[in-house]
């Protein structure tokens, strides 16, 4: 299983107000239970999972020093893999490797904005 959290930097695609984000032109797909992929080195799809939510359906948290929407990362039942690249929506992904995925304990902290 693979978790983490997205950071989404609120601005003119991203509006941010206690508690909840709501996306703007080019983020709709950055949203509570937006998907989550999990792809190999050969940009096959190996898992698939979602930005998780809060009780109340919003994000797990909006953080207003800093105006970012937090949402946890929940992708289960990832198989063993030399490289896992990671996106969100229609993000490009970030890449790990295998070993690096272990060296953070299977979880990650991804950033929009």
């Known amino acids: 299983m693979i978790t983490g959290t997205l950071d989404v930097k609120a601005s003119s695609a991203m509006k941010a107000s206690n508690p909840t984000c709501v996306a703007q032109a080019g983020l709709e797909d950055v949203k509570p239970g ?5 792809a ?3 940009g096959v799809q190996i898992a698939k999972g979602s930005l998780a939510v809060d009780t109340d359906n919003s994000p797990i948290g909006w953080f207003q020093d800093t105006n970012t929407c937090r949402y946890a990362i929940n992708v ?3 198989p063993k893999s030399d490289t896992y690249n990671i996106s969100v929506g229609t993000r490009k992904p ?3 490797s295998y070993a ?3 060296g953070l ?5 991804l950033y929009l904005g």
């Open 34 to 38: 937006g998907s989550v992929i999990v």
């Open 40 to 42: 190999d080195g050969a």
């Open 76 to 78: 289960p039942n990832v």
């Open 94 to 96: 970030a890449s790990y």
């Open 100 to 102: 690096e995925m272990q």
């Open 105 to 109: 304990d299977w979880k990650v902290v």
